[in-house]
Nanobody, 124 residues
């Protein structure tokens, strides 16, 4: 199994930027789609962004134009650059691995490996 460790979350003011990292214990290139999800208090976990092994990307409508997902296969790491942050972006951000390589699912139950999460708090 792949172990995932997220980092980069912290308190930031609205309008600010953060870059989250997700380091995998093994090679992620052949593993499958990588996704970022978030969960706010009292809400369900929701899809934020995903990237295939061929670097095709998909984003939730709420973050399009503000967030960018990328992967560095040499470093076994997936990143998410978050700009123009809003208070509604607050939550725990998780990365996860999907068993397929080319289809980006927005359903969190279809992902098979998860990190422990990193807290992002955006103050107004």
């Amino acid at each position: 199994q792949v172990q995932l460790v997220e980092s980069g979350g912290r308190l930031v003011q609205a309008g600010g930027s953060l870059r989250l990292s997700c380091a995998a214990s093994g090679s992620i290139f052949s593993r499958g789609v990588m996704g970022w999800f978030r969960q706010a208090p009292g809400k369900e976990r929701e899809f934020v962004a995903g990237i295939t092994t061929l670097d095709y990307t998909s984003y939730a409508d709420s973050v399009k134009g503000r967030f960018t997902i990328s992967r560095d296969n040499d470093k076994n790491t997936v990143y998410m650059q978050m700009n123009s942050l809003k208070p509604e972006d607050t939550g725990i951000y998780y990365c996860a691995v999907h068993p397929t390589k080319f289809f980006i699912s927005q359903n969190p139950t279809s992902y098979i490996n998860w990190g422990q999460g990193t807290q992002v708090t955006v103050s107004s």
